[in-house]
């Protein structure tokens, strides 16, 4: 029998309604349009303010939605993994809590945290249930409220983050199409630059930590930007050198979502055209985990079957890595 690979079979997504815009973060800090779009390509975030609703209740959209498309029931998913740095809960894990929400009562499921990487961890590690032939379905989700975890009274990230996500299913293909290659990185010595103080076993929530505003995101954005464009761009030419792709062969960059400038040199590094470098980060800012499967959402009808896709993050830890795909739908 040929080689089974883990194919990308159906897409889901979601965004709240609600809009956060430019001119909307002028009225709550000291900074403008003008700043923001020239320095990171945002123009407005989408922010989930349903009171009582939670990221299970966004990813519930998304996984229904991908199902519906394939033509599947819940009960037929096998295995499914969210990734998230904002859980509903610090546990259980969402992924059970989506399950449940969805009705899928075969399959058992649990969360990736690696931060704006965790949508590409969740991917490689799904897949290889797949290329054992352990499972059949497999559900992939990528989403975070940001909002939950953001202070609006600090510029630095403020301007940044917003809340969405999607979904993919991973199922066996024949035919060489799906993941292909992959190269995942990370570094804990990287942590004390993008992370969140407080609410950890380190340092649990107390008056004075709240105080502190320690439970928001901190990030140190200069450094944090100096290591994405390098290491970004890094793990992207590396794959493509060792899978003997050329910038022609390279139908798609799929690039985390979280400055414009980033995925630029990126896509210059890989001698990409911008044609080939969708972006949505205008319309949702940094989702965190849900960038790249918000990129499927949003862009794959132009997609056709056998394309060459090369996905890139990099996100808090530090994490990072670059997966090369062969688009299957
Ligand atoms: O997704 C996970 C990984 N995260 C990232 O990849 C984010 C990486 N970092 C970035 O995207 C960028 O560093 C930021 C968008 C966060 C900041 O852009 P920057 O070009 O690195 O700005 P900066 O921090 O170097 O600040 C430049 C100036 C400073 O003023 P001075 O010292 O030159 O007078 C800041 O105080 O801009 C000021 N500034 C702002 N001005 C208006 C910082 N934030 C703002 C703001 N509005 N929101």
């Known amino acids: ?55 299970s209740d966004m990813a519930v959209f998304a996984v229904n939605e991908l199902l519906q498309k394939r033509g599947i029931g819940a009960d037929e998913i096998d295995l499914l993994i969210c990734a998230t740095i904002t859980p509903d809960l610090i546990f259980p894990a969402t992924a059970n809590i989506i399950c449940d929400k969805i009705g899928a009562k075969n399959a058992w499921s649990y969360d990736i945290a690696a931060a704006c990487s965790g949508f590409l961890y969740a991917l490689e590690t799904g897949s290889k249930f797949i290329e054992s032939g352990k499972h059949k379905k497999v559900v992939i989700c990528g989403f975070d409220k940001m909002s939950a975890i953001i202070d609006y009274t600090d510029r630095n990230t403020c301007i940044i983050f917003g809340d969405g996500g999607g979904a993919v299913l991973l199922e066996p293909n024949y035919e060489g199409l799906g993941i292909i290659d992959s190269i995942l990185k990370s570094d804990g010595s ?140």
């Open 190 to 329: 990287g942590r004390e630059f993008l992370y969140q103080k407080a609410g950890g076993s380190l340092k649990p929530p107390t008056h004075e930590t709240i105080d502190a505003r320690e439970h928001y995101v901190y990030q140190e954005g200069k450094t944090v930007f100096k290591f994405a464009t390098t290491n970004m761009a890094d793990v992207s030419t590396q794959i493509m050198k060792r899978n003997n792709l050329t910038a022609e062969d390279v139908d798609w960059l799929l690039a985390h979502q979280a400055n414009m400038r980033i995925i630029n040199y990126t896509a210059e590094m890989m001698g990409l055209p911008t044609e080939k470098v969708p972006m949505n980060i205008q319309r949702y800012g940094n989702t965190t985990s849900g960038t790249l499967p918000l990129l499927f959402w949003d862009f794959e009808k132009q997609f056709k079957k056998g394309d060459d896709i090369v996905l890139a993050t990099f996100g808090g830890g530090f994490t990072w890595g670059s997966i090369y795909l062969k688009w299957a739908i």
């Open 1 to 55: 029998m040929s080689k089974i690979t883990a194919a990308i079979t159906a897409v889901g997504g979601y965004v709240p309604d609600d809009k956060l815009t430019n001119l909307d973060l002028e009225k709550l800090v000291d900074t403008s349009d003008e700043w923001i779009t020239s320095r990171t390509g945002i123009k407005e975030r989408r922010i989930l303010k349903v009171p009582g609703k939670a990221t």
